[in-house]
């Protein structure tokens, strides 16, 4: 699996705790060194089941910055897509990608039912 988080970032290490704790094995990639390619998002994307607007970190400092809030809607899902590859700090995170599954945030109850034995 690979473990995509920001170190700096509470929620990540939460996560990066819950997996070692776990015992689950992982890559470690930083968001901020590495960011994820488009390539890479839209097959993601399409694994995690949910709406493109979802991948975004709402929360961040860039998404505020570029007033994403008002701009998401009326941009086309290139646009997104290209947008998101461009910034790691863009994507919401931490981000779990398994052979069938992507996970998007941190919800360890989610997590736990997926890999879980």
Known sequence: MLFVCYPRCSTCQKAKAWLDTQGIPYEFRDIKIQNPTEEELRSWHALSGLP??????????????????????TMS????????SSDGMLVKRPILVGEDFAFFGFKEADWAARLQK
């Not at 493109?52 to 809607?73: H, I, M, V, W």
């Not at 899902?77 to 998101?84: D, G, N, Y």
Request: charged share 35%.
């Open 52 to 73: 493109l607007r979802r991948l975004f970190n709402t929360s961040g400092l860039q998404y505020k910055a570029l007033e994403l809030k008002d701009k998401l809607p």
């Open 77 to 84: 899902e290139e646009e997104q897509f290209t947008l998101l």
